[in-house]
């Protein structure tokens, strides 16, 4: 569901690392220290919960010192974000001079209110602790120090007050900053809310530094997470911001530490990259750090998040996670979930799920996947990081354990990792491997179970659904029913994910060579079912034939298509017609589906006569091999169907809360969060969706962005390209995309081998399905990638050649399954290919010759 596919490299993590079970990795992890470790973080982060209890706010209190400030709670969100970041590094024991934030409540038409006064004195008492000393007052705005902007300079900030008087005055200049000129241009510029900004405000003690400077812990323009760059001045950092003096640079290698730059900080370089770290991995993203040296020891003054980084345009709806960091991605096989850009409500299900533990692997808080522009992908920079370890850190040989998955990369193509120190790896990484294989395992068990019931239970939620009568009742029914069985089908989809297809496949070359290999695993389906993916072209036989009802291959079939991701796409059992119209269709196919699996069967049968007679001592561990790979092809396919039929229910909520918010289809143009706050408060984003609307449709014009892109992609500046390549995409480096060995004549066209068998025809190259009706019987069907609503089509084709795909992609799968030629993840097959083209297709050298 919803592309989540991208996970499914947790799985096999624990098989290539060499490690056999998982208490062995217990153990490893508790001779690391990550067990052991955590535990104490555990309790230290409970007794600072019990801790924040005792000291909670009274009422009415709306002055807070840093240490309580509930920082997990919403009340910790009036503190605006450099509020809470100092609360929460101060909690955490970082060396942040003390301070205290004054809540928004604080003030009435721009003034501080008596009650507030009397709390602000009490703690400039504190602070002072019967000692002069020197305070800073700077706002902190709800939407100040965000991901999404800083308003670095927007507001003012008063610097070196001392007495309550002059305190007093800086707290209303920085409040009354809020209505500037300046400031509501910049929120304008960002798209954000407009009028005025609720303003909390920070009172802190001021340090006399020796140096004080910026650190950006991941490069602010390219995202390289390679290297922390700063610079400092001597003396207050005012300097350095208002640019009075010229500033020294400076950097540190990652994850060593390796300091680069004067000898003036090389007494607590080690310390400030040691804080700088743990300060990223506490907030949650990379940070632009404030800092100061006093009596030569570090403080850390301010941090907030990098904005160059941010990922998402509220007004929009829009995520682009390349902006996240310089990542290298992959949409090989995700794509075939999620053919056409996705909705906003769609998208955002993939970061609501993130925010409440959906189903899902973080390294250095970046998930296993994540969306470019409306499209789906692989974050390849996080899998890789989570076991380059278990090689030594060589991320080429990691990746080619989950090549099955997402394809070959092309040469010199390099694959950024993520920084991790040894124990980082062992306190964070680890122990959420750990998890998600024990979490699968439990799965797989419940696999059989999930099957028997799912489309009971995704009827009866729909039923539920439509008779709901408020706003709340269906939010209820979201939290308690919908949300859950959501997730519960997820975690079934990536725990019945394997690649033991492609392990074997590679022993069975070694033994027997291509094409006996290539028919051993041309029979997935077995004697005893077919697969899931063959079901909408097979049933269509037998309901023509009579066999099957209309009525069951709609319950069976009817909820499957090609974009069958996305929730505002219609299923196609909604339509009454749609039946009919895929039956006129299947009679232009000239062969019988039956006879093509059975001639299949016959070429498995003598491959596997020849097989017993070439290596007869491998014969009994081969079957074995052989039958899992067909059990786990045929779990696998099942297990998806059942969990994309979840998606109708995803639907159906959503169609139900327009109804309820008068909005119809437009709801498909709020995020999951907006709607949610419609249903609860009856407040609606509409004024966005007209905007969205327009954003969404530029979007779609585009052709499918390149299936491999590395670093910082801009689908419109790459689509605007005449000379872009529709494979990958590399914003650091000039790629080969073939191997040297590899001639190019320019009239060949190469990809993965799909199925074996070689091939004459003609071309009919096909932009979507909807152009189906003109592909004939006996032509090579071209195309970006096929899913399983093409299915049908594939009976009529002489062979398949798609863009995107790997050995695990749908096109080979069933290409294999009924003995079809195919070469798939060509990268560019569209874009040489034109219908009436004569090629030469062989699918067991995955190479395509125009004749």
Same mark, same amino acid.
């Given at each position: 569901m919803g592309g989540i596919g991208a996970t499914i490299c947790a799985i096999?993590?624990?098989?290539?690392?060499?490690?056999? @079970?998982?208490?062995?990795?217990?153990?490893?992890?508790?001779?690391?220290?990550?067990?052991?470790?955590?535990?104490?973080?555990?309790?230290?982060?409970?007794?600072? $919960?019990?801790?924040?209890?005792?000291?909670r706010p009274k009422e009415g209190e709306t002055v807070l010192a840093f240490n309580r400030l509930p920082v997990d709670e919403p009340l910790s969100l009036q503190a605006g974000g450099k509020g809470k970041a100092l609360s929460m590094l101060k909690q955490n024991g970082y060396p942040v001079? &003390? !301070? #205290?934030?004054?809540?928004?409540?604080?003030?009435?038409?721009? &003034? /501080?209110?008596?009650?507030?006064?009397?709390?602000?004195?009490k703690e400039l008492s504190r602070l002072r602790a019967?000692?002069?000393?020197?305070?800073?007052?700077?706002?902190?705005?709800?939407?100040?120090? =965000?991901?999404?902007?800083?308003?670095?300079?927007?507001?003012?900030?008063? *610097?070196?007050?001392?007495?309550?008087?002059?305190?007093?005055?800086?707290?209303?200049?920085?409040?009354?900053?809020g209505t500037s000129a300046r400031v509501e241009s910049y929120t304008r510029h960002h798209g954000l809310e407009g009028g005025e900004h609720p303003v909390a405000v920070v009172i802190q003690r001021m340090v006399q530094p020796e140096y004080a400077g910026v650190l950006f812990t991941v490069d602010p323009l390219t995202g390289n997470y390679g290297q922390m760059s700063g610079n400092f001045v001597a003396g207050i950092g005012e300097k350095l911001v208002s640019g009075q003096v010229s500033a020294q640079t400076f950097t540190f290698e990652r994850p060593s530490g390796k300091y680069n730059g004067s000898s003036e900080l090389n007494a607590i370089a080690k310390n400030l990259h040691r804080l700088a770290n743990m300060i990223e991995n506490d907030l949650g993203c990379p940070q632009d750090i404030e800092w100061a040296v006093t009596g030569g020891k570090v403080c850390i003054l301010q941090a907030r998040p990098i904005t160059t980084l941010n990922n998402f345009n509220p007004v929009t709806a829009v995520w682009n996670d390349t902006l996240k960091g310089n990542f290298l991605w992959s949409a090989t096989n995700l794509m075939e979930a999620s053919p056409e850009v996705l909705t906003p409500f769609t998208t955002s299900l993939r970061y609501y799920l993130d925010k409440r533990n959906g189903p899902n692997l973080f390294v250095r808080n970046?998930?296993? @996947?994540?969306?470019? #522009? !409306?499209?789906? +992908?692989? @974050?390849?920079?996080?899998?890789?990081?989570?076991?380059?370890? %278990? %090689?030594?850190?060589?991320?080429?040989?990691? +990746?080619?354990? /989950?090549?099955?998955?997402w394809g070959g990369l092309p040469e010199g193509m390099q694959i950024p990792l993520l920084p991790l120190t040894g124990e980082e790896w062992s306190k964070n990484v680890l122990p959420g491997l750990i998890r998600s294989t024990l979490q699968f395992g439990e799965y797989r068990k419940k696999a059989p179970r999930f099957l028997a019931e799912n489309r009971q239970k995704c009827a009866e939620l729909r039923g539920k659904i439509q008779q709901t009568s408020t706003g709340m009742e269906l939010v209820d029914l979201w939290k308690n029913e919908i949300f859950p069985? +959501? #997730?519960?089908?997820?975690? $079934? /989809?990536?725990?019945? =994910?394997?690649? /033991?297809?492609?392990?074997? &496949?590679?022993? *069975?070359?070694?033994?027997?060579?291509?094409?006996?290999?290539?028919?051993?695993?041309?029979?997935?389906?077995?004697?005893?079912?077919q697969l899931e993916s063959l079901g909408?072209?097979?049933?269509?036989?037998?309901?023509?034939k009579g066999r099957l009802s209309r009525e069951e291959y709609l319950d069976r079939y009817g909820h499957r298509g090609v974009n069958e991701a996305e929730c505002a796409w219609p299923r196609p059992n909604e339509d009454p017609a749609w039946l009919d119209r895929q039956l006129k269709e299947w009679e232009k196919t000239p062969v019988d589906v039956d006879e093509l699996i059975h001639r299949q069967r016959e070429a498995y049968d003598a491959a596997w006569a020849r097989f017993c007679e070439k290596v007869p001592g491998k014969a009994k561990y081969m079957k074995k091999r052989l039958d899992q790979v067909s059990a786990a092809a045929r779990n696998r396919e099942a297990v998806r169907s059942e969990a994309t039929r979840g998606m109708a229910v995803l639907r159906a909520f959503a169609l139900r809360a327009g109804e309820f918010l008068g909005i119809g289809d437009d709801i498909f143009f709020l995020t999951i969060n907006e709607v949610l706050e419609g249903l609860t408060t009856g407040?609606?984003?509409?004024?966005?969706?007209?905007?969205?609307?327009?954003t969404f449709e530029k979007y779609r014009a585009l052709p499918p962005y390149p299936a491999v892109i590395c670093g910082r992609f801009d689908p419109f500046t790459w689509a605007a390209d005449p000379n872009r390549r529709s494979d990958v995409y590399d914003a650091n480096a000039i790629v080969q995309t073939k191997s040297p060995t590899v001639k190019d004549d320019g009239r060949s066209i190469h990809g993965f081998a799909?199925?074996?068998?070689?091939?004459?025809?003609?071309?009919?190259?096909?932009?979507?399905?909807?152009?189906? =009706?003109?592909?004939?019987?006996?032509?090579?069907l071209v195309t970006t990638m096929t899913n399983i609503g093409w299915t049908p089509l594939f009976p009529r084709a002489a062979a398949i050649v798609t863009d995107l795909g790997a050995p695990l992609s749908h096109a080979a799968i069933v290409a294999r399954e009924i003995g079809i030629p195919a070469v798939v993840g060509c990268g560019n097959a569209t874009m040489r290919l034109k219908t009436g083209d004569r090629v030469r297709v062989d699918g067991g050298k995955g190479l395509v010759e125009i004749l």
């Open positions: 096999s993590v624990f098989r290539f690392s060499g490690i056999k @079970n998982v208490a062995a990795l217990i153990v490893l992890a508790t001779v690391a220290g990550g067990v052991g470790n955590q535990l104490f973080i555990w309790l230290g982060n409970e007794l600072m $919960h019990l801790n924040m209890w005792l000291v001079p &003390d !301070g #205290c934030v004054l809540l928004p409540e604080s003030f009435t038409q721009g &003034d /501080i209110t008596p009650a507030a006064w009397e709390q602000v004195q019967g000692k002069p000393a020197a305070f800073a007052v700077r706002s902190s705005a709800l939407q100040e120090d =965000s991901a999404q902007a800083s308003f670095a300079g927007e507001f003012e900030s008063v *610097l070196d007050v001392k007495t309550d008087e002059e305190i007093r005055k800086a707290i209303q200049t920085v409040v009354h900053s970046h998930s296993l @996947n994540g969306i470019i #522009c !409306g499209r789906f +992908y692989s @974050n390849i920079t996080v899998q890789v990081s989570a076991f380059a370890r %278990f %090689f030594k850190g060589d991320a080429r040989r990691a +990746y080619q354990e /989950i090549a099955g998955w069985r +959501y #997730c519960d089908s997820l975690i $079934h /989809i990536i725990a019945a =994910s394997s690649d /033991i297809q492609v392990r074997v &496949d590679r022993e *069975l070359h070694g033994l027997v060579g291509d094409d006996d290999a290539n028919a051993l695993l041309s029979n997935l389906s077995g004697t005893s079912s909408p072209m097979a049933g269509l036989d037998l309901v023509k407040t609606k984003a509409i004024e966005y969706i007209p905007l969205r609307r327009e799909g199925a074996l068998g070689v091939v004459e025809g003609t071309v009919r190259r096909l932009e979507s399905l909807e152009e189906s =009706s003109s592909f004939k019987a006996g032509e090579v």
